[in-house]
């Protein structure tokens, strides 16, 4: 499932193949809002692990699937109408196609929303 619409990216930095640091913009209108939550919308948690495989990706230029997630904590929620922009700090090992990676999600004025772990391997 790709998130068409979902979001923009509106900076994306690389350090090196293993670091990135994203900035995107959510779509406070996009419908998935219709169902969680009308009149009351807040941003999915699969929603932004599903950004996270999309950002990597883009980056290795691969498609990915998830093996596992780990140390998945949702710190802050995420209400589009009133904060629609975070950042995606991400630092990724290879190992041998087994992509290992550490994020941390964070509203622009650094306040964590998401920290996880996640393995993701090449389809």
Known sequence: MQLVGFYNI?????????TMVVKIEIEPSHTIFNGHFPGHAVTPGVALLQIIKELLESHL????????????????PVYPQAENQLVFHLEIV?????FNVKNRTT????????NCNAIFTAE
Request: net charge neutral.
């Open 107 to 114: 509203f622009p004025n650094g306040d964590v929303v998401l």
């Open 10 to 18: 509106l900076d994306f930095n690389t350090d090196s193949s293993n």
């Open 94 to 98: 290879n190992d041998k196609g087994v």
């Open 61 to 76: 230029n691969a498609k990915l699937r998830m093996l596992s997630a780990s140390h998945v904590k949702f710190l802050l």
